[in-house]
């Protein structure tokens, strides 16, 4: 069997495989599944009130979703009560649940979340603290509802504690240790106002949290309660508030009750922010006195039972092996990346051998791609740059020393380790990486041997022909960069890797095509004749 | 023949076919790929490999005065140079005329290579060394150093051009030489050979040794760009031994596409310098014609006619196409 035939035989079984197996795949899709570590719950309100007539509205604050809680499925709403649209009344949320009741007298109504926690997912990832605007500014400086922000006890303290004029993050620390050790947690019984507690030296959750915010309010650093669940099992559920403080344009969580500073545990569910009440009797837009009295609340949470586990073994068979979806879900973005990856070769011998571009090494612009996807792009290519020209210039000067091959590598990837640390110290210092934060760190080995190339090009060639060669291996990690990011693809390739058989398919047609080049149309262009110049 | 306007920068591909000419990927894909096989390429890719062959085969190669293998030897090189003033020092696995120095001159302190640099000792050895590491290596594998006689230039292209020496590479396929052309230094190439690298060349007729055409830079030139000296109809020297040869080293190295690269010296006529398995596609643009049909035509004889007494009439065909 000679190279043709095989190749149309092997195209062939791979067409059919592929086919075979994205048809497999779709016909048996398997039911969503969850990780360990992971639980679901069902958190329920309970209301009963009075209402006075029909019409009668009551708020419920949602759960939110957070990093690592979301809420599953929509609530499920008692039948005698309606729900209402979202209107822009009071301090309503958009999430909030608005339900009006059909007729008066006493209702007994529940609500039901089903919320789903873990520990690791991140449902959430790209999730940024919008700045204040000003009029939240003033509201998170102003006094509230058991919040004396301009009391003399209140400046008295901060007075004290703002001795050495710290920086926001230290004073707010400062302020916090303050109030857990000087305010001793009181029961339910003691004040849930803030200032008594400070100048008692006792209060409630409430009163704490309240001192706390008022303590950091005077201190001119934006503070708020927030109310909702510690989700776990237990005798006593409730709600539960702690106190955000907005610092350096990120909400961080203090909570007086658990002495959690800065983060909280991942059980922890916001469901109302500035406030406390997380159901709440409201009068509709119309009336002024149609509104549920008598308003009593309860809530309970209940464990579900656990759905099936992804990573149990053998529960259903050697071939969830292929679910890749039962791998953990911190595995799930990089295998998306690196399942990209192959379109990125594909894309690199498409330049290579149908267009005929050059590059540095044959996969170096596909690893650049790879080290930008996983890092900030900005801030990384900021490091690069600098890592490069300086890279240069050190390869330059050792030129002088006439060291050895592996020896002179060997420093070049030294010098690029430190320029590498030193730019990340550097934007870290000046915050230039604020969102994401992790590190810049690019491909050590990859960047030396950039800088080695590019050297030796310039000396061999010449410094125009490395710069063009630079360019074209930049140009083609960005246009893998930009495939690689392109998050649709991904969750495609990632739901159906056998697509890769047909990535195969196209790399085997490219490996037989024996036509020109593009680039070899120019490079040939004067091994055809001319017109000849116009005669007169 | 086709037309092309002057704006056009750019010919179509079925203009490069009625013009015959290999694209990179049909000479990897149909001809490197089946004819060449990779446990040969050791024999062209190792200059020490191919320079034992030749001397097996009784082709002229430049005498080899010393391999050195490992770093101890070059403290010995002193030793090893003994009292001959010139020599050239290359790396056995190099590629594209890298690594290569040239000694014209020596006083043991002081070495100046034909150009006239300087180098010392110590830079000597350092570069011996660099070669040893592997730093002019095609995959920066440690290599080997040789060093060897130095080619002192025959006169016809001495004349030519200053520094560098110009070579003659024929390209083979399946033991026929399909064409050849001579490549000529200039200042631009900075005294390599290469017409990537700013090198001249100029195509050879097949059959009577005499040059044709001119390119440098892509573009047809008639004189040499830095002595002005015309570069077409030069007869190569012993251009008939140089054909023989070719074709001998070809047989033993049973590789079936290849370029050998000669160098006409003053003394010994044409030696072998080197030979490679992926020899480039500027021939085409030095002899600014097609080398396809012409394999092509390769291709289509019968065994016998591949003999060596009978080859002589299949040049001749082949320089006709």
């Given at each position: ?130 700045p204040l605007t000003a009029r939240d500014q003033s509201k998170y400086l102003d006094k509230g509802r058991g919040i004396e922000v301009g009391h003399p006890s209140v400046a008295e303290t901060v007075n004290r504690l703002r001795d050495g004029n710290p920086k926001p993050q230290e004073l707010v620390e400062r302020l916090f240790e303050h109030c857990l050790r000087s305010i001793i947690p009181g029961g339910d019984a003691a004040s849930n106002d803030g200032t008594e507690a400070l100048v008692r030296g ?335 | ?125 350092y570069h011996m060394s660099a070669i040893l590491s592997g730093l002019y290596s095609l995959s920066g594998q440690p290599d080997l150093a040789i060093i060897e006689q130095r080619i002192v230039c025959h006169e016809t292209f001495a004349r030519i051009c200053q520094g560098g020496t110009p070579d003659i590479r024929v390209v083979l396929y399946r033991g026929v030489p399909a064409m050849a052309m001579v490549r000529l230094p200039t200042q631009a190439s900075r005294g390599k050979a290469n017409l990537h ?35 077409a109809g030069v007869q190569v020297p012993f251009w008939n031994d140089l054909l023989q040869a070719s074709m001998r080293l070809a047989d033993n190295l049973e590789l079936g596409y290849i370029g050998v690269d000669f160098v006409v010296d003053a003394t010994l006529g044409p030696v072998v310098l080197e030979a490679n398995a992926r020899p480039g596609l500027n021939i085409q643009v030095a002899n600014r014609h097609g080398l396809g049909p012409r394999l092509k035509h390769i291709n289509a004889q019968p ?19």
């Amino acid at each position: 069997m000679n190279a043709r035939s095989s190749t149309t035989w092997v195209i062939a079984l791979l067409l059919l495989l592929g086919a075979a197996s994205i048809a497999l795949r779709i016909k048996y899709k398997p039911e969503p599944l969850t990780h360990p570590g992971e639980s679901v719950w069902k958190l329920t309100y309970f209301a009963s009130f009075h209402a006075r007539k029909a019409g009668a509205e009551l708020q419920m604050a949602y759960p939110e979703t957070t990093r690592h809680s979301t809420v599953l499925e929509s609530p499920t709403t008692p039948p005698e009560l309606d729900v209402v649209p979202y209107r822009p009344i009071r301090a309503a949320s958009r999430k909030d649940l608005t339900l009006r009741t059909k007729k008066a007298g006493q209702v007994d109504c529940r609500v039901e979340f089903k919320l789903h926690l873990s520990r690791r997912a991140d449902w959430r990832p790209d999730s940024v603290d919008k700045p204040l605007t000003a009029r939240d500014q003033s509201k998170y400086l102003d006094k509230g509802r058991g919040i004396e922000v301009g009391h003399p006890s209140v400046a008295e303290t901060v007075n004290r504690l703002r001795d050495g004029n710290p920086k926001p993050q230290e004073l707010v620390e400062r302020l916090f240790e303050h109030c857990l050790r000087s305010i001793i947690p009181g029961g339910d019984a003691a004040s849930n106002d803030g200032t008594e507690a400070l100048v008692r030296g006792t209060g409630s959750t409430l009163g704490r949290a309240r001192a706390f915010t008022a303590l950091c309010r005077a201190c001119k650093v934006p503070a708020r309660l927030v109310t909702g669940f510690e989700i776990k099992l237990g005798n006593t559920f409730r709600p539960h508030t702690w106190v955000e403080v907005f610092i350096d344009g990120r909400w961080q969580s203090y909570d007086l009750e658990n002495g959690f500073a800065r983060e909280l545990d991942y059980n922890f569910v916001p469901v109302r922010r500035d406030g406390v009440e997380l159901i709440r009797a409201v009068n509709p837009l119309d009336t002024v006195d149609v509104a549920a009295t008598d308003l009593v609340t309860r809530y309970t949470i209940e464990k579900l039972p656990a759905p099936p586990v992804a990573t149990d073994p053998g529960t259903e068979g050697l071939l969830q092996i292929f679910d890749l979806r039962r791998l953990p879900v911190k595995l799930h973005e990089p295998i998306k990346v690196i399942l990209i990856l192959p379109l990125g070769a594909l894309f690199t011998a498409f330049v290579r051998t149908i267009v005929g571009i050059r590059t540095f090494g044959t996969f170096t612009p596909t690893l650049l791609a790879l080290a930008f996807v996983f890092n900030d792009l900005k801030s990384g290519i900021c490091v690069f740059v600098v890592v490069l020209i300086t890279g240069f210039i050190s390869r330059t000067l050792l030129d002088r020393l006439k060291l050895l091959l592996v020896p002179r590598l060997g420093i070049v990837l030294t010098l690029v380790v430190m320029l590498m640390v030193l730019g990340v110290a550097v934007i870290n210092h000046f915050h230039w990486n604020p969102h994401k934060g992790e590190t810049v760190l690019l491909p050590m080995v990859i960047l030396t041997n950039l800088v080695e190339r590019f050297f030796v090009t310039s000396e061999e060639d010449n410094l125009s022909e490395a710069g063009r060669l630079m360019g074209t291996t930049m140009a083609m990690a960005f246009v893998i960069y930009l495939l690689l990011n392109f998050k649709n693809l991904g969750t495609l390739m990632f739901d159906f890797p056998e697509l890769h058989f047909f990535t195969v398919i196209v790399l085997i047609l490219m490996g037989r095509y024996t036509g020109y080049r593009v680039s070899e149309l120019i490079r040939f262009r004067d091994l055809v004749q001319r017109d000849p110049p116009p005669q007169e | 023949m086709t037309q092309r306007s002057a704006w056009r920068f750019w010919a179509w591909p079925s203009e490069l076919r009625d013009q015959g000419i290999l694209g990179i990927n049909r000479r990897n894909g149909r001809f490197i790929l089946p004819m060449n096989q990779r446990k040969f390429y050791p024999r062209v890719d190792e200059k020490h490999l191919t320079k034992k062959i030749c001397h097996d085969a009784g082709i002229p190669v430049p005498d080899t005065y010393a391999l050195i293998e490992k770093n101890g030897d070059v403290r010995r090189f002193l030793e090893i140079i003994g009292d001959r003033t010139d020599f050239v020092i290359k790396p056995a696995a190099g590629s594209a005329g890298r690594g290569i120095m040239v000694i014209a001159r020596h006083n043991g302190q002081e070495f100046f290579t034909s150009s006239g640099q300087r180098y010392t000792f110590a830079e000597l050895t350092y570069h011996m060394s660099a070669i040893l590491s592997g730093l002019y290596s095609l995959s920066g594998q440690p290599d080997l150093a040789i060093i060897e006689q130095r080619i002192v230039c025959h006169e016809t292209f001495a004349r030519i051009c200053q520094g560098g020496t110009p070579d003659i590479r024929v390209v083979l396929y399946r033991g026929v030489p399909a064409m050849a052309m001579v490549r000529l230094p200039t200042q631009a190439s900075r005294g390599k050979a290469n017409l990537h690298q700013g090198a001249a060349g100029a195509g050879i007729d097949l059959v009577g040794g005499c040059t044709f055409g001119g390119v440098c830079q892509d573009r047809a030139i008639a004189i040499h760009p830095d002595t002005g000296h015309p570069i077409a109809g030069v007869q190569v020297p012993f251009w008939n031994d140089l054909l023989q040869a070719s074709m001998r080293l070809a047989d033993n190295l049973e590789l079936g596409y290849i370029g050998v690269d000669f160098v006409v010296d003053a003394t010994l006529g044409p030696v072998v310098l080197e030979a490679n398995a992926r020899p480039g596609l500027n021939i085409q643009v030095a002899n600014r014609h097609g080398l396809g049909p012409r394999l092509k035509h390769i291709n289509a004889q019968p065994p016998e006619r591949f003999l060596r007494e009978c080859r002589h009439e299949l040049i001749a065909e082949v320089a006709r196409i």
